[in-house]
């Protein structure tokens, strides 16, 4: 748990990411688009003002080897910084019970999330699921131009299938923030949604600590609990939980299986 996760449900707003801070490099491949047929309107187009014209005129006519794969190189950043500045990627997964998801992504410490979408905000497209495959096939960007992204977004390798992602792109009017660049003024990411947005919290098996159970007021029907005076951001998803009367349930073994995961 920390204060960026905490504020997300206290202040009611998702993150919508930017491929860069994705866990896998190879999520949102920038080589599943190609540019072999792309022309040079449509390069300018993607451009947006960046590179200088006469740079990038002089690089797409010329016939060298080096200079046809710095021209790549430029558009597959420009694919990265520019449309990904008005976009931003939603992850979700249909299956809050994984154990594999809940060991790497919060070592079953943090909580998770089941939203009704009819309160988000409408500015996304989607939840589309992902494609997974081990065989990525490219596109060529001047069938789709700038909406080749929504393929590139929603493809994975067959090993992530465990998953059962989906996502929801989400798009403004403003310029969002993009890592490694100083964009100044640059929109936060954060999308807000209607409070009652949230049907269901799940807290991990582990969100509460071995030293905070009092076991000597426990019994197998209700487990007893009292915080460490240095959990500020835990009190404050507990207070938030009771003040708002917000459905909770807590991740355990099941009791048939000593191997899968319930709620």
């Known amino acids: 748990l920390n204060r960026k996760h905490i504020n997300s449900i206290l202040e009611h707003y998702v993150f919508a990411g930017h491929p860069y801070d994705f866990n896998d490099p190879f999520d949102c491949n920038k080589e599943l688009i190609t540019f072999d047929n792309t022309s040079f309107k449509d390069i300018l187009e993607l451009n947006n003002g960046i590179f200088k014209p006469d740079s990038l005129a002089e690089l797409f ?5 080096e200079d046809k794969f710095k021209l790549y190189d430029h558009l597959n950043w420009l694919l990265y910084n520019v449309i990904y500045m008005k976009v931003g990627i939603f992850c979700a997964t249909t299956n809050c019970e994984s154990m594999e998801m809940w060991s790497y992504y919060s070592k079953h410490q ?10 988000f905000p409408k500015n ?14 490219k596109i060529e960007y001047n069938k789709f131009n700038r909406a080749s992204f929504i393929y590139q977004s929603n493809i994975k390798a067959q090993c992530w299938d465990h998953e059962n992602e989906w996502r929801l792109i989400f798009y403004g009017p403003n310029v969002m923030k993009v890592p490694h ?3 100044p003024k640059a929109h936060n990411r954060k ?13 991990g098996y582990s969100f509460f600590e071995i030293n905070e159970y009092l076991n000597d007021q426990s019994t197998h029907e209700r487990q007893v609990v009292k915080l460490r005076k240095k959990r500020k951001e835990k009190r404050n998803i507990l207070k938030y939980i009771l003040t708002n009367n917000i459905k909770t349930s807590m991740i355990n073994l099941k009791r048939e ?3 899968t995961l319930g709620s």
Do not use: Q
Request: no cysteine.
């Open 61 to 65: 006519n010329s016939t060298k080897s």
């Open 110 to 119: 943090g909580y998770a999330v089941k939203f009704d979408l009819s309160y």
């Open 124 to 137: 996304y497209w989607g939840p589309f699921p992902i494609n997974y495959t081990d065989n990525f096939e």
């Open 191 to 203: 999308f807000y949604f209607n409070p009652k947005a949230i049907k269901e919290l799940v807290l």
């Open 181 to 183: 660049r100083d964009l």
């Open 257 to 259: 299986s000593s191997s």
